[in-house]
């Protein structure tokens, strides 16, 4: 029976969703995420802000939420060389994969995660990779996070879960779980509070909440929030 678990949290739609999920499932639920030169700052300080809004808005999540836990990751600047870490423009290669992609980046995460929840004694790693995102990195895959689940409780000898609440689901479909979660205060603050645009505009405020509105992850976003607003019973026609 597992009773914890340790979120990759980086303060996205995604993650925040994964936490919802986390803390209406488990007992005790800590969260943790990576700074390696992130662009924007403005990530790392979107997750601080979700965590206080759960803590306030849920109060029957709030007890179950612990430490939240921030790795220096810098040395993934000196590895990589890619849109997220250094300030190029965001386009696909000719590998099929966006220039955002780091490799082994995700591999690293979960490795990390993994000894930080051997520590802290937490069961399942939760995170919110998708095989149905246009990006296709294949560190998010599922039989990547399957092969990591075994490879991390064999090489830790300590049995961990790795549980990807969004692997099949589209964006649509994530907004209609966090609403399942914590109804429309939760898709609110996702709305307000969560960060997603690659260029951390936080100047332009949409139905969908703030970005650019032109980058590849606002469009998903803003695509994903109108298909699940035209679901709801009083949605424009
Ligand atoms: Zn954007």
């Not at 149905?132 to 991390?152: E, H, I, V, W």
């Amino acid at each position: 029976m597992h009773t914890s678990a340790l979120v990759l949290f980086s303060g996205g739609q995604d993650s925040t969703t994964c936490l919802a999920q986390a803390l209406s499932k488990y007992q005790r639920v800590e969260t943790v995420a990576f700074d390696y030169g992130q662009r924007h700052k403005v990530e790392l300080e979107a997750r601080l802000n979700v965590l206080r809004e759960i803590k306030t808005q849920f109060p029957h999540w709030a007890h179950k939420l612990g430490e939240d836990h921030l790795l220096d990751l810098a040395v993934l600047g000196q590895v990589s060389d890619c849109s997220l870490t250094r300030d190029v423009a965001f386009k696909m290669e000719s590998s099929g994969l966006p220039n955002t992609f780091v490799p082994g980046r995700n591999l690293l995460f979960l490795t990390l995660a993994a000894a930080l929840a051997y520590r802290r004694d937490l069961q399942v790693l939760v995170t919110g990779v998708c095989e149905t995102d246009f990006s296709g990195y294949p560190d998010c895959r599922d039989d990547t996070m399957k092969a990591m689940q075994l490879a991390l409780s064999l090489g830790m000898d300590k049995r961990f879960l790795i549980e990807t609440p969004l692997m099949w689901i589209d964006k649509a479909d994530t907004w209609a779980l966090a609403h399942s979660l914590g109804g429309a205060p939760l898709v609110d603050l996702i709305v307000e509070h969560t960060h997603t645009c690659y260029l951390g505009d936080r100047e332009h405020r949409h139905a969908w909440g703030y970005g650019c509105g032109e980058c590849p992850a606002c469009e998903l976003r803003a695509r994903g929030f109108g298909a699940y607003a035209a679901t709801l019973p009083n949605a424009p026609v």
